[in-house]
């Protein structure tokens, strides 16, 4: 099956050596990516604002200094897409939400996003989002796999974009399964730090006890290298302390109920290549199950968005944020806080099972993405961001009755990120391409 609207937009390492050797300049790779997004994003949908002559003018900056012998590291050159609940200078950040259409556009930039700009990132333009980021509401991007599918949401635009070949690197956000799940649909990957370990100004909330920026890339190793910039590598993911990790093959009670056959096969065949590799696998179950997560982590979400958003008008909102505005509000304080408590216990006990340099594995979704109607299941990746640690999505493959991509979690205890970027930047990742 051809798939006209799929194009690898580079990676990291083979687009930085092509500039280092004078093969391509920075100005001439984004006006590569210009001109894709005029040909293929009328069908996909997933830029709002492409900073043409802003991203040229930056590229004539940075080739400038490239010649005089100044690089400011891997991400020198390399272009960005920004979801459109991030500050942009200059650019307006409305969250897909008419009650955000009159906001004037940013003064300054998001940290991340300045952050990127001093690794010598060059700023593309702004991604489509579900409104406020929630992922019950509907952007309208579409999955460049299959049009009549959904990219997955919150950070819509951001996995479609890459995807696509529109833009080789973008930033996504994460408050339930919103870098990863988009990520797996699209058939690319991703990579969300610790929650709440990047900090900053810039980003509108949905949930402050989660919401955390990812990064997305055409490979895990990429996003990792766009993770490290945004945060200018306080995680210090560029340090690459040598890392073997055991990985866990996690058996929950949850994902055998959900997960369908191809999902569980493609998942299968990337352990085993993981294996085959050299990696100790090992099956586990855990002391926590997901159910009970997700539905702590339902409670929580729901009474911080209605705490964050209660003055939001309600005739400038959709019905979806509406409703679960006033549901997270009629929740009480109480009840909040047990939430977070019990999350904490959660935490804890999965954890207390599991050694310290322990990754588990899982699928991304039960199946690969549904139609457009929906941003499909994310209840394999709520726990994963309850649970704190990085969580990497890696591509397991297309779905052999489907054709759809397939993606799986690689995820982490908090604080791992270090030790997850080494993995992904070590020879044994790069011979996997991961």
Same mark, same amino acid.
């Given at each position: 099956?051809?798939?006209?609207?799929?194009?690898?937009?580079?990676?990291?390492?083979?687009?930085?050596?092509?500039?280092?050797?004078?093969?391509?300049?920075?100005?001439?790779?984004?006006?590569?990516?210009?001109?894709?997004?005029?040909?293929?994003?009328?069908?996909?949908?997933?830029?709002?604002?492409?900073?043409?002559?802003?991203?040229?003018?930056?590229?004539?900056?940075?080739?400038?200094?490239?010649?005089?012998?100044?690089?400011?590291?891997?991400?020198?050159?390399?272009?960005?897409?920004?979801?459109?609940?991030?500050?942009?200078?200059?650019?307006?950040?409305?969250?897909?939400?008419?009650?955000?259409?009159?906001?004037?556009?940013?003064?300054?930039?998001?940290?991340?996003?300045?952050?990127?700009?001093?690794?010598?990132?060059?700023?593309?333009?702004?991604?489509?989002?579900?409104?406020?980021?929630?992922?019950?509401?509907?952007?309208?991007?579409?999955?460049?796999?299959?049009?009549?599918?959904?990219?997955?949401?919150?950070?819509?635009?951001?996995? +479609?974009?890459?995807?696509? !070949?529109? @833009? /080789? %690197? #973008?930033?996504?956000?994460? *408050?339930? =399964?919103?870098?990863?799940?988009? &990520?797996?649909?699209?058939?690319?990957?991703?990579?969300?730090?610790?929650?709440? +370990?990047?900090?900053?100004? !810039?980003? @509108? /909330? %949905? #949930?402050?006890?989660?919401? *955390?920026? =990812?990064?997305?890339?055409?490979? &895990?190793?990429?996003?990792?290298?766009?993770?490290?910039?945004?945060?200018?590598?306080?995680?210090?993911?560029?340090?690459?302390?040598?890392?073997?990790?055991?990985?866990?093959?996690?058996?929950?009670?949850?994902?055998?109920?959900?997960?369908?056959?191809?999902?569980?096969?493609?998942?299968?065949?990337?352990?085993?290549?993981?294996?085959?590799?050299?990696?100790?696998?090992?099956?586990?179950?855990?002391?926590?199950?997901?159910?009970?997560?997700?539905?702590?982590?339902?409670?929580?979400?729901?009474?911080?968005?209605?705490?964050?958003?209660?003055?939001?008008?309600?005739?400038?909102?959709?019905?979806?944020?509406?409703?679960?505005?006033?549901?997270?509000?009629?929740?009480?304080?109480?009840?909040?806080?047990?939430?977070?408590?019990?999350?904490?216990?959660?935490?804890?006990?999965?954890?207390?099972?599991?050694?310290?340099?322990?990754?588990?594995?899982?699928?991304?979704?039960?199946?690969?993405?549904?139609?457009?109607?929906?941003?499909?299941?994310?209840?394999?990746?709520?726990?994963?961001?309850?649970?704190?640690?990085?969580?990497?999505?890696?591509?397991?493959?297309?779905?052999?009755?489907?054709?759809?991509?397939?993606?799986?979690?690689?995820?982490?205890?908090?604080?791992?990120?270090?030790?997850?970027?080494?993995?992904?930047?070590?020879?044994?990742?790069?011979?996997?391409?991961?």
């Amino acid at each position: 099956m051809t798939q006209p609207l799929i194009q690898n937009p580079g990676r990291i390492r083979d687009l930085s050596t092509a500039m280092a050797q004078g093969a391509i300049t920075a100005e001439a790779l984004v006006q590569r990516y210009l001109e894709r997004i005029a040909a293929v994003d009328g069908q996909v949908k997933a830029w709002i604002h492409v900073l043409a002559d802003s991203a040229l003018a930056e590229a004539r900056v940075l080739d400038a200094e490239r010649k005089a012998g100044k690089l400011r590291g891997p991400l020198h050159g390399i272009p960005v897409g920004i979801k459109d609940v991030i500050d942009v200078r200059g650019l307006p950040t409305r969250a897909n939400s008419p009650s955000r259409a009159d906001i004037a556009p940013a003064t300054a930039d998001a940290t991340v996003v300045a952050h990127l700009r001093a690794a010598g990132a060059i700023i593309l333009g702004k991604l489509h989002t579900t409104e406020y980021a929630f992922f019950q509401s509907l952007p309208p991007t579409r999955n460049p796999w299959d049009l009549a599918r959904t990219p997955g949401g919150s950070s819509a635009g951001s996995g +479609a974009a890459i995807a696509a !070949g529109m @833009v /080789p %690197l #973008a930033l996504g956000t994460q *408050t339930a =399964g919103s870098v990863n799940r988009p &990520a797996a649909y699209t058939g690319v990957c991703a990579f969300k730090p610790s929650t709440l +370990a990047i900090g900053g100004v !810039g980003v @509108v /909330p %949905l #949930a402050p006890s989660f919401d *955390t920026v =990812g990064a997305f890339g055409a490979s &895990a190793q990429d996003a990792a290298f766009l993770a490290a910039g945004y945060a200018a590598d306080h995680l210090r993911l560029a340090s690459r302390p040598a890392t073997t990790p055991r990985i866990v093959l996690l058996q929950d009670p949850l994902i055998e109920k959900l997960q369908k056959p191809s999902t569980a096969a493609r998942v299968a065949a990337l352990a085993q290549q993981l294996g085959a590799a050299g990696l100790t696998l090992h099956r586990a179950s855990a002391a926590a199950g997901f159910e009970e997560m997700i539905a702590r982590h339902r409670r929580v979400m729901l009474a911080e968005l209605g705490r964050t958003h209660a003055g939001l008008p309600r005739d400038r909102i959709s019905p979806f944020i509406a409703e679960a505005i006033a549901e997270g509000l009629a929740i009480p304080d109480a009840e909040y806080q047990a939430a977070l408590r019990d999350l904490a216990g959660h935490r804890a006990s999965f954890w207390a099972g599991f050694a310290p340099d322990d990754f588990i594995l899982i699928p991304a979704a039960p199946d690969v993405a549904p139609d457009a109607s929906s941003t499909g299941d994310p209840s394999f990746v709520i726990p994963t961001t309850v649970l704190g640690g990085p969580v990497v999505t890696l591509r397991a493959g297309l779905a052999a009755d489907s054709g759809m991509p397939v993606g799986a979690l690689l995820f982490a205890r908090p604080g791992a990120d270090a030790a997850m970027a080494s993995f992904l930047f070590s020879a044994t990742a790069s011979a996997l391409d991961l």
